[in-house]
């Protein structure tokens, strides 16, 4: 087991997520929420999270109220999603919902290694097992875990070597997020929460994603 120092959180939010069979493997800082940014550190992500949220609120009708200015301090994302209990259920949903989704390709079935390698044909299709998939859920909560203010301890692989073969375009990207927030809804996570972690996901997508 490997405890993950504080400082280096940010600095390889490498974790496994959106992770196919790498999914979340990394470690990132521990994110702080201030006056600009939900926790993700990033305006540009915490801008797509928000769209997200806009559009779905929009679909639903009404707004989020602007009492939050006058709240006082949250609790780490961490707690607020459940604490361990919750993140393990959020893991254990969307591995098992984005797995099954075609627009993801989770096995990343027909997609070979490519490049100027010897192995550039090489197939780098993901053929799971109950173990390796077990594995895979624990390292995406660790990941949320660590991410969202709570446990320093990630035991996966750093993201972006791990999916640096995989040719993870951004539709595919993109398809998991959905498949997050479909999680997300799933388990009566709230607006706010949701889009902090949405946010923090985001973050990700440069060290994920290859094909442009």
Not at 6 to 29: D, H, K, Q, V, Y
Not at 96 to 103: F, I, K, Y
Request: proline share 4%; aromatic share 6%.
């Amino acid at each position: 087991m490997r405890i993950m120092p504080a400082g280096r959180l940010i600095a390889a939010l490498a974790i496994a997520l959106l992770s196919f069979p790498a999914l979340f493997s990394g470690c990132g800082e521990n994110t702080r929420q201030n006056k600009d940014f939900y926790t993700s550190g990033s305006q540009e992500a915490d801008e797509r999270a928000d769209q997200r949220m806009a559009q779905a609120q929009q679909l639903k009708g009404g707004s989020e109220g602007s009492g939050d200015l006058l709240a006082p301090p949250k609790k780490s994302l961490y707690d607020r999603l459940g604490g361990d209990a919750g993140l393990q259920a959020i893991s254990e949903d969307f591995v098992t919902r984005a797995m099954a989704d075609p627009r993801v390709n989770f096995n990343r079935q027909g997609i070979t290694q490519g490049g100027l390698s010897i192995h550039f044909d090489r197939s780098v299709q993901w053929n799971p097992t109950p173990d390796t998939i077990k594995a895979l859920k624990l390292h995406l909560k660790q990941f949320l875990a660590l991410a969202t203010g709570g446990p320093s301890i990630y035991e996966g692989k750093e993201i972006k070597g791990a999916h640096a073969n995989m040719h993870i375009s951004n539709d595919e990207f993109d398809a998991s997020v959905g498949d997050m927030k479909a999680t997300l809804d799933k388990m009566q996570v709230s607006n706010t929460e949701q889009k902090e972690l949405l946010a923090i996901i985001e973050t990700t997508r440069e060290e994920i994603v290859t094909e442009r």
